[in-house]
């Protein structure tokens, strides 16, 4: 059922009937008062003189493009009979007509003025556009030219943008985008790519650009202008950064104080991975202001590394050689993270880096510096401490003395203060240089736990000194405050552990030792004996005299003599006195003076000129059971031996 029974009729046109002035390329357009039918409108509309073209309907408007423009000075007559229905078979209401005339415009266009932005009055999107030439005015401005300036070209009249755009030109060739606006009079061209500051640049649009009525420029419209007034290229003046000097990293002394270069190539740059020293920042002088949109984001850092770039001025007495010297003609470049030791770092500056002017760097500039002064990790080199090797704990023996490659390491029978008259043990760790005292006490663990101080001297090991300076810092000394355990303690030293100039050992240390066990066996004391007597003719009845093997004229009084044996740690009596025997066979007394010293008092007068044999066996033993290797032999004379008598050579047997 049709809801709108009024019969179709065209409401408005474009062109609308007797319009002038028409453009040549204007599409006809009618509007009606309700949906068409497409095939019976077609056949209905007509223009004379006969032009073809296309038909395009949507619902209530038909819209014909001609295949060529209007010709200029004709009017054209354009019908719509009423055999145009709507879409339910209603005629038009009444035919409709449109007479209209081209415009006769036969004077050619032409450019009035070029322009776009410069530097003098700003660069950013929003600042104004400014004439480069305005040919009616004989204005010339052609320098300082902004490196992201638009191309904006006005013209007299309406222009037809394909002949424009087809012969707009430039040297050097640019790519980029057009936009037309205030009806086709103002063509602004986007270059895509930043222009290239120093250079000129010239723009020609063909005297082949036609406007709106096809009439032609008629001659070749040409102009030239150059970006930027400053052309001379920025450079990098110095690189600078702190250096270990005497007193360290606080913060240190500049590198361009030591080397011409600064920091190129330089070594020794402060980090603050050392307790007590400060990261030091790295600071890049250039010759003059620098653009921070191009120039901060072209400065890289490998191996990466988080930092602050902050800009300033620059002190360098070149700054402003090559351009304005201002507060953005220095970058410091402060890490939040410490540099790390013994890493080379390289900086690289981006040839795409520019001043303030748009002037490129040109070549990738770099310099490399590497952090710390020293790369040689330090070193454990020995662990010392004293044990009871039998001569007791007071202090006893230091085990460098019995095994000068591991000294304590592995040992057992440390001395602990837990045996009467004995001493605990300090331990003493050797490293090969000076270390930071910090990273080892904080970290150092002994397990089981023991509480003590620590305290540093400089080692005497003749490995001090191999992989950095040995002073007073070289030894650790812990002295406990507590007595050793009858325990193995294992102390570890962790891979932290860091030298003065911030090497690490890498990897951690430990060595373990265990108290309470002797496992060394005891030995004769040839230091002050081993066999102590008396000779004749004095008989002092004291056994104070060292009598070697065969030995001759000892006293045979029964209280002229005694015989005393030493031992070099304290023995366990019985069975040392069950060990010892005299032969011939002698009565007497046996008795321990001191724990290593067994004292024989004969009860009968010895034979003279007899030879004895005394003999400690292998049963004798330490306070720790430990037995004796071998047995001891030694031979003597009571008395000198008859003459004419043969001497019968005999040895003396023991452990050394």
């Given at each position: 059922?049709?809801?709108?029974?009024?019969?179709?009729?065209?409401?408005?046109?474009?062109?609308?009937?007797?319009?002038?002035?028409?453009?040549?390329?204007?599409?006809?357009?009618?509007?009606?008062?309700?949906?068409?039918?497409?095939?019976?409108?077609?056949?209905?509309?007509?223009?004379?003189?006969?032009?073809?073209?296309?038909?395009?309907?949507?619902?209530?408007?038909?819209?014909?493009?001609?295949?060529?423009?209007?010709?200029?000075?004709?009017?054209?007559?354009?019908?719509?009979?009423?055999?145009?229905?709507?879409?339910?078979?209603?005629?038009?209401?009444?035919?409709?007509?449109i007479s209209f005339s081209v415009s006769t415009d036969v004077l050619p266009p032409d450019v009035i003025s070029i322009g776009?932005?410069?530097?003098?009055?700003?660069?950013?999107?929003?600042?104004?556009?400014?004439?480069?030439?305005?040919?009616?005015?004989?204005?010339?401005?052609?320098?300082?030219?902004?490196?992201?300036?638009?191309?904006?070209?006005?013209?007299?009249?309406?222009?037809?943008?394909?002949?424009?755009?087809?012969?707009?030109?430039?040297?050097?060739?640019?790519?980029?985008?057009?936009?037309?606006?205030?009806?086709?009079?103002?063509?602004?061209?986007?270059?895509?790519?930043?222009?290239?500051?120093?250079?000129?640049?010239?723009?020609?649009?063909?005297?082949?650009?036609?406007?709106?009525?096809?009439?032609?420029?008629?001659?070749?419209?040409?102009?030239?202008?150059?970006?930027?007034?400053?052309?001379?290229?920025?450079?990098?003046?110095?690189?600078?950064?702190?250096?270990?000097?005497?007193?360290?990293?606080?913060?240190?002394?500049?590198?361009?104080?030591?080397?011409?270069?600064?920091?190129?190539?330089?070594?020794?740059?402060?980090?603050?991975?050392?307790?007590?020293?400060?990261?030091?920042?790295?600071?890049?002088?250039?010759?003059?202001?620098?653009?921070?949109?191009?120039?901060?984001?072209?400065?890289?850092?490998?191996?990466?590394?988080?930092?602050?770039?902050?800009?300033?001025?620059?002190?360098?007495?070149?700054?402003?050689?090559?351009?304005?010297?201002?507060?953005?003609?220095?970058?410091?470049?402060?890490?939040?993270?410490?540099?790390?030791?013994?890493?080379?770092?390289?900086?690289?500056?981006?040839?795409?880096?520019?001043?303030?002017?748009?002037?490129?760097?040109?070549?990738?500039?770099?310099?490399?510096?590497?952090?710390?002064?020293?790369?040689?990790?330090?070193?454990?080199?020995?662990?010392?401490?004293?044990?009871?090797?039998?001569?007791?704990?007071?202090?006893?023996?230091?085990?460098?003395?019995?095994?000068?490659?591991?000294?304590?390491?592995?040992?057992?029978?440390?001395?602990?203060?837990?045996?009467?008259?004995?001493?605990?043990?300090?331990?003493?760790?050797?490293?090969?240089?000076?270390?930071?005292?910090?990273?080892?006490?904080?970290?150092?663990?002994?397990?089981?736990?023991?509480?003590?101080?620590?305290?540093?001297?400089?080692?005497?090991?003749?490995?001090?000194?191999?992989?950095?300076?040995?002073?007073?810092?070289?030894?650790?000394?812990?002295?406990?405050?507590?007595?050793?355990?009858?325990?193995?303690?294992?102390?570890?030293?962790?891979?932290?552990?860091?030298?003065?100039?911030?090497?690490?050992?890498?990897?951690?240390?430990?060595?373990?030792?265990?108290?309470?066990?002797?496992?060394?066996?005891?030995?004769?004391?040839?230091?002050?004996?081993?066999?102590?007597?008396?000779?004749?003719?004095?008989?002092?009845?004291?056994?104070?005299?060292?009598?070697?093997?065969?030995?001759?004229?000892?006293?045979?009084?029964?209280?002229?003599?005694?015989?005393?044996?030493?031992?070099?740690?304290?023995?366990?009596?019985?069975a040392t006195t069950n060990a010892f025997s005299l032969s011939p066979s002698v009565n007497g007394l046996i008795t321990w003076?001191?724990?290593?010293?067994?004292?024989?008092?004969?009860?009968?007068?010895?034979?003279?000129?007899?030879?004895?044999?005394?003999?400690?066996?292998?049963?004798?033993?330490?306070?720790?059971?430990?037995?004796?290797?071998?047995?001891?032999?030694?031979?003597?004379?009571?008395?000198?031996?008859?003459?004419?008598?043969?001497?019968?050579?005999?040895?003396?047997?023991?452990?050394?």
């Amino acid at each position: 059922m049709d809801n709108n029974p009024a019969s179709p009729k065209v409401l408005y046109s474009i062109p609308s009937p007797g319009q002038t002035g028409v453009l040549r390329d204007q599409k006809i357009v009618m509007t009606f008062n309700k949906p068409i039918d497409e095939q019976s409108c077609i056949g209905a509309f007509s223009v004379q003189p006969g032009v073809t073209g296309l038909f395009e309907i949507n619902g209530n408007t038909l819209t014909f493009t001609p295949n060529k423009r209007w010709q200029g000075g004709i009017t054209y007559l354009v019908n719509l009979s009423n055999r145009c229905e709507d879409q339910e078979g209603r005629d038009l209401e009444k035919p409709y007509s449109i007479s209209f005339s081209v415009s006769t415009d036969v004077l050619p266009p032409d450019v009035i003025s070029i322009g776009g932005r410069k530097n003098t009055t700003g660069c950013l999107n929003t600042d104004q556009i400014l004439d480069f030439i305005n040919f009616r005015n004989n204005f010339y401005s052609t320098t300082d030219v902004c490196i992201n300036t638009p191309i904006v070209v006005s013209f007299t009249k309406p222009m037809d943008r394909g002949t424009v755009e087809s012969n707009f030109l430039t040297v050097p060739q640019m790519v980029g985008s057009f936009v037309w606006s205030n009806n086709n009079t103002v063509l602004t061209f986007t270059p895509r790519d930043a222009l290239t500051t120093g250079l000129t640049y010239v723009l020609t649009i063909s005297q082949t650009a036609q406007d709106t009525s096809e009439n032609p420029l008629g001659k070749n419209v040409s102009a030239s202008f150059t970006v930027g007034t400053e052309i001379v290229k920025p450079q990098i003046l110095m690189q600078d950064g702190y250096i270990q000097n005497a007193a360290g990293c606080s913060p240190g002394v500049l590198a361009s104080t030591l080397f011409p270069g600064g920091l190129f190539n330089s070594v020794g740059l402060c980090t603050g991975v050392v307790p007590g020293f400060q990261s030091s920042p790295i600071i890049i002088d250039f010759s003059e202001a620098m653009n921070l949109t191009t120039t901060d984001s072209n400065i890289n850092i490998s191996p990466n590394i988080n930092g602050i770039k902050t800009w300033s001025a620059s002190p360098n007495g070149a700054c402003g050689s090559t351009g304005p010297c201002g507060t953005t003609s220095r970058l410091t470049f402060t890490p939040v993270t410490p540099w790390q030791h013994s890493v080379t770092y390289t900086v690289t500056i981006s040839g795409n880096s520019t001043d303030i002017a748009g002037n490129l760097v040109g070549q990738n500039y770099s310099f490399s510096f590497t952090v710390g002064q020293d790369f040689q990790i330090p070193r454990v080199t020995f662990q010392d401490g004293f044990i009871n090797t039998g001569a007791g704990c007071a202090p006893g023996t230091l085990a460098s003395l019995l095994d000068p490659i591991n000294g304590i390491r592995d040992k057992t029978g440390a001395c602990s203060g837990l045996s009467p008259a004995s001493t605990n043990t300090p331990i003493f760790i050797h490293f090969s240089e000076s270390m930071i005292q910090s990273t080892i006490e904080n970290a150092l663990s002994i397990s089981p736990n023991i509480l003590g101080t620590k305290t540093w001297l400089t080692s005497g090991n003749a490995l001090c000194g191999s992989t950095g300076p040995c002073g007073n810092g070289s030894l650790l000394v812990f002295t406990p405050s507590q007595d050793w355990q009858n325990t193995t303690y294992t102390i570890s030293i962790p891979g932290s552990a860091m030298d003065l100039d911030g090497n690490t050992l890498g990897s951690s240390y430990s060595f373990s030792f265990t108290f309470g066990i002797d496992l060394l066996p005891p030995r004769m004391d040839f230091t002050t004996g081993p066999l102590l007597s008396d000779l004749a003719p004095a008989c002092g009845n004291l056994g104070l005299t060292p009598i070697p093997n065969l030995t001759t004229n000892i006293c045979n009084q029964t209280n002229g003599t005694k015989f005393r044996v030493r031992f070099n740690e304290p023995m366990d009596q019985a069975a040392t006195t069950n060990a010892f025997s005299l032969s011939p066979s002698v009565n007497g007394l046996i008795t321990w003076p001191s724990p290593t010293e067994l004292l024989f008092t004969p009860s009968q007068n010895l034979n003279l000129f007899a030879q004895y044999k005394i003999i400690i066996s292998t049963a004798a033993k330490d306070l720790a059971g430990n037995a004796m290797v071998s047995e001891f032999i030694s031979f003597f004379y009571h008395g000198e031996r008859r003459p004419g008598k043969q001497r019968t050579s005999f040895r003396t047997q023991c452990v050394v």
